[in-house]
């Protein structure tokens, strides 16, 4: 009885050393060749530029380049829509926008499901939002913007990174709070809406960080920032909750891959991102455009995910746009 409980014991033993080495062998042989991030906005916005930062920076750590890819549209769905598509090998990644998927999604415009259709590697960063008008703007303040938007109604246009993007909403959301009837002007990335806002096309931008250097080169008038509090570069300009309206607009960003991803792949390229956020370039391109690391691993990516999925649902179904 003895041997016999000892021979099973081996064949186990046999067994599950059989699958961790080929799970290692999967590993020890990824990558063979350059690996694609799709960066699902425009080139020269805040995603793009972190974007690329992770990306140049995890280079060292993989041994094969990472190259990013732009792919914008739909208010950052259009690249996860065609990473989803692709072979769950490691070798075609998205700069996964969470909050902008999972609102296309509870809007009933989006072909895949961002909980189940794909497989979460790392949460790196995320993005806060201004406010920001023209400087010859008549606006001042926020609470001039409201006042002036209230008195009149559908005269005053907006431009956010699309329809469900995170702006968007944070936009209809301070709307419903405030009783302004704004008109929204729906762009493809950061890279769009500033040169709208500059050539006049619209009144006001809500949007990550890339109006930035508008503002410094005094171009730009930051009315407000969305975040829980103060920008430390804009200490000057006060959060909406401060301003007397009470919400919050943060979108994390994560590197995620297509559905079935292997285990031992994710972990590799986790760890080659991890060490990547340590990194100079990856830090410099955060500072560039006042962003924090936000670090999670995947199971933390995905409790996460799920969590915001649910708050996600409720806010859409809060401000009407639920068309499912």
């Not at 350059?34 to 995890?58: C, E, F, H, K, Q």
């Not at 769950?88 to 895949?112: E, I, N, Q, R």
């Not at 930035?212 to 909750?241: H, I, N």
Request: hydrophobic share 40%.
């Amino acid at each position: 009885m003895f041997r016999g409980n000892r021979r099973l014991l081996v064949l186990l033993a046999i067994t599950a050393w059989g699958v961790l080495a080929g799970y290692r062998s999967i590993a020890m042989g990824f990558p063979t060749k350059p690996v694609t991030l799709i960066i699902p906005y425009p080139a020269g916005g805040s995603s793009d530029g972190t974007g690329r930062g992770l990306a140049n920076s995890a280079k060292k750590y993989l041994g094969q380049p990472v190259i990013p890819e732009n792919k914008p549209g739909g208010g950052g769905t259009v690249g996860p829509s065609l990473m989803v598509t692709k072979p769950a090998d490691g070798y075609t990644l998205c700069a996964f926008p969470p909050f902008g998927t999972a609102v296309a999604w509870h809007m009933g415009k989006l072909s895949f499901n961002p909980l189940d259709d794909v497989t979460r590697i790392i949460r790196y960063t995320g993005t806060h939002y201004g406010i920001v008008v023209r400087a010859d703007a008549p606006w001042k303040t926020i609470q001039d913007l409201v006042k002036y938007a209230k008195a009149n109604p559908k005269k005053v246009t907006y431009g956010s990174t699309g329809v469900g993007s995170a702006a968007h909403l944070a936009m209809e959301e301070l709307s419903a709070l405030s009783g302004m009837e704004l008109v929204h002007m729906p762009y493809k990335g950061g890279a769009e809406t500033n040169p709208a806002l500059l050539g006049g096309h619209v009144d006001i931008v809500c949007d990550s960080t890339g109006w930035g250097p508008l503002v410094e080169a005094g171009k730009f008038r930051l009315l407000a920032t969305l975040g829980p509090q103060r920008l430390p570069r804009y200490s000057q300009a006060p959060t909406l909750k401060e301003a007397g309206y009470d919400m919050i607009a943060l979108a994390p960003m994560e590197v995620a891959g297509p559905k079935g991803l292997s285990g031992s792949i994710v972990k590799l390229l986790h760890d080659a991102f991890r060490k990547a956020m340590d990194e100079p370039e990856f830090l410099a391109a955060l500072k560039t455009f006042d962003m924090p690391a936000l670090y999670l691993n995947s199971a933390e990516c995905d409790k996460a995910a799920r969590e915001e999925f649910e708050k996600v649902g409720k806010l859409v179904q809060r401000l009407g746009l639920n068309n499912k």
